[in-house]
């Protein structure tokens, strides 16, 4: 079970190579199978697609500070 555990946090390449080294069979697949869907065009597009959500995001944030911080200036 701890194993599992270790697999779901695994957030590098290096923590999942770690957990295979362990020889556990049921873990190794399901890293290849995780590897299989990561090399995917559908899954590359998807992921592409958040990291650009979190990139407009910050930025809408980031232009809305901005326009806040103008509009104090100028009352002063």
Do not use: C
């Not at 957030?11 to 049921?26: R, Y």
């Not at 899954?43 to 592409?48: D, K, P």
Request: hydrophobic share 40%; aromatic share 8%; charged share 30%.
């Amino acid at each position: 079970m701890l194993l599992w555990l270790a697999l779901f946090r695994a957030n590098t390449e290096e923590e999942l190579k770690q957990i295979e080294k362990l020889g556990a069979p049921e873990l190794n697949q399901a890293i290849s199978a995780y590897h299989s869907v990561a090399a995917s065009p559908e899954f590359r597009e998807l992921e592409r697609l958040r990291a650009k959500a979190q990139h407009d995001e910050a930025q809408a944030l980031y232009n809305e500070r901005r326009k806040k911080n103008t509009r104090l200036q100028k009352t002063y």
